[in-house]
Every structure is written in C-alpha cells, then in structure tokens.
C-alpha cells in the first residue's frame, strides 16, 4: 500500500489544503466543489483556489408600488415587473505616455525604461533560457529625489551567466541612466517567465514523468506543454527549509524556484517536492 500511495511524484490533490512551504509568499489551496473554473494557461489566474470569477446579480424587488417623489406610485418599467435597463460602463481614461508625480508608471513609460537600462547591450549576460541578454524581473518607479519632481524608473534584471543581479535607475526625462549596482546572493521574487521555464524543466526531466501521468489520470491526455497546466510559485530559500539536499545547498546563490500546478480548470498536481534550480538547469526531489 505504501508503493502505491507513493506511485507518483505529483500525486493528484483534490479537496485538500496545500501550502507552499520554503518560498517567499504562503499559498492557501482550498478545493470546492469544480476548481479553477475560469483558470488560464501560464499561471494568469490569482494564486489560491483556482480564479474563482464573480457574478453580478440582480435582485427583485419585493415592493413593485415603490412611490416616486411625487406621491404617485414607480416609473412604468417598475410597475410592471420589468428588468431595468442594463447598466452601462465608463471606458477608462486614456492613458498618456508620461505619467505625473506618484503615478505609476505608464505602459509608454515601462518600455522605455528597459530600453534605456540595456544600452548599451550586454552579449555576455544571459537570460533564463540562455539565450543573449539579461533577464527582465520588473520595472518600478523610483524614489524621488528631495526636491526633484523628475519621474524615475528602477529597472531589475537578473544575468543568469554569472548570477548577479543588476539595477539600474534610469531618468525618464533625460533618457540617461544615473545609477547601476550589481549584487550576488540577492534574490528577489520569480518572474513569470522564469517560472515557465522551471516547468518545462521539470516536464524535460525524468523527475516530471510522474507529473505527466497524472495529468494522464486526470484528463486521459498526453501533457506535453507548459500550456496545459496553471501554474504559480516563487523561490526556494535554503534557509526555511529543515533539510536540504546537497545538489540545493548552493540556492541563494543560484536561483532556485518551487512550483504549484494544476490541471486547467481541474484538479491539482502535487509539484512541491520539485526544486527547480534554474542557474544549473537541473531538478531535483526534495522530502
């Protein structure tokens, strides 16, 4: 019975509370009756239990005769039963390329920074997937200067070819950049795309054929894509963590990621005891 509880290493959880353990942010999964109903590929949903959408009601009224400031009884519509008409709403405003003040930064305005921050380009750095260039982790907008209203941004990338991370502070007016600090064993939050790139890793190693049959189980169909799944996560940090494995030890200094996964709008795989160093490229279990 032990071989069989243990048959997969990402067993399908359903019903049951999981948290992920060892990483930056706690995630509460909580099952109801249909999870995930509205999921979305590449972890777009909100982290917890499956994004659960909202509906709007309408309710009916008890009191069909409410009187109108005039003394005489409701408008028509009212009177007679009927739906009032469906609500309208207001498009957003436009969003300008430059933003003022405090305001966050516009889509104009995050673009620009990036471009700003890799001039020049760096051919030695390396993105996530080894590719040319740095690996974009987020752009923000910087603390003010005392005294100076000009708008800052603060540009993170991570050069996974000698694991550093870099940041640049880039003036949006002048087009320049104004500061550039580069640290080792500094670790911030996962990006998106790196998250991608642990799945495939995992979906690529020996260590994920138990991930594959479970998704097997759970839908009769092959997984064969990072598509297929909703996933979510955030870093591995050694030192929350009671026992670490050897090939892990050098996590902090590589930059290590821990998963949680589910079928789209389907049950969930137990990825956790999958560590995904993603310096290294490897995989290993954990627990």
């Known amino acids: 019975m032990y071989e069989i509880a243990r048959r997969h290493l990402g067993k399908v959880v359903a019903g049951a509370a999981m948290a992920v353990t060892g990483t930056a942010v706690a ?22 239990a499956g994004a659960a959408g909202t509906a709007g009601s309408t309710g009916a009224s ?22 009032p008409p469906p609500a ?24 620009r920074a990036e471009t700003l921050a890799l001039t020049p380009p760096a051919a030695a750095q390396q993105n996530v997937e080894g590719g040319r260039g ?28 000698r694991d550093e991370l ?4 880039v003036n949006l007016a002048t087009g320049k950049v104004e500061k ?23 979906l690529a190693s020996p260590l994920g054929k138990g991930v594959k049959e479970d998704y097997k189980d759970a839908t009769g169909k092959e997984l064969t894509s990072t598509g297929q799944l909703w996933f ?22 590589h930059r290590c990621v821990r998963l949680v996964t589910k079928v789209l709008n389907g049950a969930w795989i137990d990825t956790r005891d999958l560590i995904v160093d993603l310096s290294a490229r490897t995989v290993t279990r954990v627990g």
């Not at 249909?34 to 590929?41: L, S």
């Not at 740095?134 to 050069?159: C, I, K, N, S, W």
């Not at 870099?166 to 502070?169: E, G, K, M, N």
């Open 27 to 48: 995630v509460a999964i909580s099952l109801p009756g249909a999870a995930g109903a509205d999921d979305t590929p590449g972890g777009r949903a909100a982290v917890g």
């Open 180 to 202: 550039s600090a580069v640290q080792r064993g500094v670790q911030p939050s996962a990006h998106p795309e790196e998250l991608r790139e642990a799945l495939e890793l995992i």
């Open 232 to 253: 979510n996560g955030d870093l591995y940090r050694t030192y929350r963590e009671a026992n670490v494995p050897a090939q892990l030890t050098r996590c902090g200094e």
């Open 88 to 111: 309208t709403v207001a498009p957003a405003a436009a969003e300008g390329e430059k933003g003022v003040g405090s305001d966050p930064l516009t889509d104009d305005e995050l673009a």
């Open 166 to 169: 870099i940041t640049r502070t």
């Open 62 to 83: 008890g009191a069909t005769g409410q009187q109108g400031t005039d003394g005489t009884q409701g408008g028509d519509a009212q009177a007679q039963g009927t739906a």
């Open 134 to 161: 740095p690996q974009h982790l987020g752009t923000g907008l910087a603390d003010p200067l005392p005294g100076d209203g000009t708008r800052r941004a603060e540009v993170r990338f991570y050069d996974y070819g």
